[in-house]
Each structure stands twice: as structure tokens, then as C-alpha cells.
């Protein structure tokens, strides 16, 4: 899908890692959900935390984000690694079951931060850039939980990933399904 607007989408890496738009650059739901929840860090201290977890994840598993930019702002955002490196994936009921899956790859967030760019096949362009960049490395299926009932959700609704061959991987809570698409 050709989005018609004019966007580059770059890997995250240590020299764009303040690049991360907000709420996304403080937020560590997935990351350190014990540490998102009794939220005693400020801002600032959850901006090093997020840092420090790309820095780690992307020596241990390689490209691990995307920031999409338009006229060199970040309008957009994407994160996904191996679900053991995204321990909030547990707090979900419909979760993967038993031990981690090889070559399973768990999408935590996809989001268009500015609102203006929605709608307009960058959301897609975006995911698709992240299954062809996870083929080329091997993996064999992507997953994600997507939500039913509308958008708001950090990798967005059930329809976005139906539409792009994502089927349900599990139902427990039919709100937030996980969602699977073999690369
Ligand atoms: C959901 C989201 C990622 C989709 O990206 P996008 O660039 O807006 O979507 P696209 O233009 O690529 O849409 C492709 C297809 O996905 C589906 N889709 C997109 N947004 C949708 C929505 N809100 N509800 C249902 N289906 C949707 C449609 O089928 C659409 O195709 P169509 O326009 O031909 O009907 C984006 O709109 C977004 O980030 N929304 C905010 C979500 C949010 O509040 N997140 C909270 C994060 S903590």
C-alpha cells in the first residue's frame, strides 16, 4: 500500500533513541510492567529505563523498533522482540501458553503518535516494513494483541491485522486476542 505522504522509516538504534514520540519514549508497560505500575519514576527515569532496554534487546536480538518520520519529525512508532524480552506480554490473558516459542516474534506496539497521519496507509506500510525485515532475519510468525472493539490499544484493533493476514491465535479474552500471522 503506497501511503502517498512522504515518510522514511528508520531502524532504532542508539543515535535515534530520543527520537522515541511521546507517550512511547516513557512509557515501559511492556518492558517493566512492575515498574510501570507502581510508577515511581518520573518521566525522565522511565525514558532511561526504555533506553536502556533497546540498547540491551537490540545487542541480543538486533533491530528490535521503528520510528517512522515525515519532514524529519517522528510521527510513528513500532516495538517487537521475542516475548521473553517483553515480560508484560504475561499480564495479558489471552497469552501464549508454556514455554517460549522459537522464531515467534511478539509485536508490542504499533502506533501512529500524531494523530494527523492516521488513516492514511502509514500504520500498514509500517507493519509491513516490520514482517519483511523479520522474514529477511528468519523468524517464523509474528504475533500481537490487538483489540476488538475499537483502535485504542498499544498495536491497535483486530480489523488492522485481519486485514493485513493475521489470524487468532487465542480467544481467552475476546476484548484483547492474540493474534498471529506465519512469515
Ligand atoms: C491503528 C493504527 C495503528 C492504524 O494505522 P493507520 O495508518 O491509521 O491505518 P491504515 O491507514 O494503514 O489502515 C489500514 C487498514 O487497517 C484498518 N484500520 C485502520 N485503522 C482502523 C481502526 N481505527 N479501526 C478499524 N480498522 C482500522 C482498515 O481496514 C484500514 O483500511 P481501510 O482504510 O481501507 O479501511 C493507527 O490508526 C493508530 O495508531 N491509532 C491510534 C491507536 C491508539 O490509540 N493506540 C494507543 C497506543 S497506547
Same mark, same amino acid.
Given at each position: &500500500? %503506497?501511503?502517498?505522504?512522504?515518510?522514511?522509516?528508520?531502524?532504532? $538504534?542508539?543515535? $535515534?533513541? %530520543?527520537?522515541?514520540?511521546?507517550?512511547?519514549? !516513557?512509557? *515501559? @508497560? #511492556?518492558?517493566?510492567?512492575?515498574?510501570?505500575?507502581?510508577? /515511581?519514576?518520573?518521566?525522565?527515569?522511565?525514558?532511561?529505563?526504555?533506553?536502556? #532496554?533497546?540498547? /540491551?534487546?537490540?545487542?541480543?536480538?538486533?533491530?528490535?523498533?521503528?520510528? *517512522? @518520520?515525515?519532514?524529519?519529525?517522528?510521527?510513528?512508532y513500532?516495538?517487537?522482540?521475542?516475548?521473553?524480552?517483553? *515480560?508484560?506480554?504475561?499480564?495479558?490473558?489471552?497469552?501464549?501458553?508454556? /514455554? *517460549? %516459542?522459537?522464531?515467534?516474534?511478539?509485536?508490542?506496539c504499533l502506533y501512529i503518535t500524531?494523530?494527523?497521519?492516521?488513516?492514511?496507509?502509514?500504520?500498514?506500510?509500517?507493519?509491513?516494513?516490520?514482517?519483511?525485515?523479520?522474514?529477511?532475519? !528468519? @523468524?517464523?510468525?509474528?504475533?500481537?494483541?490487538?483489540?476488538?472493539?475499537?483502535?485504542?490499544?498499544?498495536? !491497535?484493533?483486530?480489523?488492522?491485522?485481519?486485514? $493485513?493476514?493475521?489470524?487468532?491465535?487465542? $480467544?481467552?479474552?475476546?476484548?484483547?486476542?492474540? &493474534?498471529?500471522?506465519?512469515?
Open positions: &500500500m %503506497e501511503t502517498g505522504i512522504d515518510i522514511e522509516i528508520e531502524d532504532i $538504534n542508539k543515535s $535515534n533513541l %530520543e527520537d522515541i514520540p511521546e507517550p512511547c519514549g !516513557g512509557c *515501559v @508497560y #511492556w518492558e517493566f510492567p512492575a515498574e510501570f505500575d507502581q510508577k /515511581k519514576l518520573d518521566r525522565r527515569q522511565f525514558q532511561i529505563r526504555k533506553r536502556e #532496554w533497546f540498547e /540491551k534487546t537490540t545487542q541480543e536480538f538486533g533491530t528490535c523498533g521503528k520510528i *517512522v @518520520y515525515h519532514e524529519g519529525k517522528p510521527i510513528a513500532a516495538q517487537y522482540a521475542p516475548r521473553d524480552q517483553l *515480560v508484560g506480554t504475561g499480564r495479558h490473558e489471552s497469552k501464549q501458553l508454556g /514455554k *517460549v %516459542e522459537e522464531g515467534v516474534i511478539f509485536l508490542s500524531n494523530k494527523k497521519f492516521r488513516d492514511k496507509g502509514i500504520g500498514e506500510k509500517l507493519l509491513q516494513t516490520i514482517i519483511e525485515d523479520l522474514r529477511r532475519r !528468519g @523468524y517464523k510468525a509474528i504475533e500481537t494483541v490487538a483489540r476488538r472493539t475499537e483502535a485504542y490499544n498499544p498495536s !491497535g484493533p483486530v480489523l488492522f491485522y485481519v486485514r $493485513n493476514g493475521f489470524h487468532i491465535k487465542n $480467544n481467552t479474552d475476546p476484548e484483547y486476542p492474540l &493474534m498471529r500471522l506465519f512469515l
